[in-house]
């Protein structure tokens, strides 16, 4: 294969009609804890970033990562290379500080390189989630990243636009 140092994004998240009780707890903990009103929902993603400097990530190959790795199609959908949160609602998204371990992310490499049949290591993956609130302020969100969503120590946050 080619070499790619192209970044992809796999988005996973769960269907809508299926309950995320990550997403649940982030409801409530905003509304119990920090006494945040006017939240009315929370949708949540897993994000995968992708990358190789030894090989050439294809379509094909995000497609059967997607399926066969970060995915269960009974309760979950993706996306690649797009936002899966197709809703107009503050975002904010959560990642590991640098130099700190993401062991989402080193564990999804291991699994990427044997579900593509690759050395260990020639897919590097990094991890972050996604929060997507409905009914309230950038303010809000910015308070429940603070609050809830991100230890500091570790890891940040960014308001997405």
Not at 73 to 99: A, H, M, T
């Amino acid at each position: 294969m080619a070499k790619s140092n192209s970044i992809h994004r796999i988005e996973v998240t769960t269907k809508p009609d299926c309950r995320d009780p990550v997403a649940q707890g982030v409801l409530s903990g905003a509304k119990t804890d920090l006494g945040i009103s006017g939240l009315s929902q929370v949708r949540m993603a897993e994000v995968y970033y992708l990358s190789s400097d030894s090989i050439g990530l294809t379509k094909d190959n995000l497609v059967t990562l997607a399926e066969q790795l970060f995915c269960d199609p009974v309760i979950q959908e993706y996306s690649i290379d797009s936002s899966i949160l197709k809703v107009n609602w503050p975002k904010s998204e959560v990642r590991f500080l640098d130099g700190v371990t993401d062991n989402t992310g080193a564990a999804a490499s291991e699994g990427a390189a044997d579900v593509l049949g690759v050395v260990n290591g020639s897919i590097q993956v990094k991890s972050s989630r996604i929060f997507a609130f409905d009914g309230i302020s950038e303010d809000a969100v910015r308070n429940i990243s603070k609050g809830l969503l991100a230890n500091a120590m570790i890891q940040r946050f960014e308001i997405l636009k």
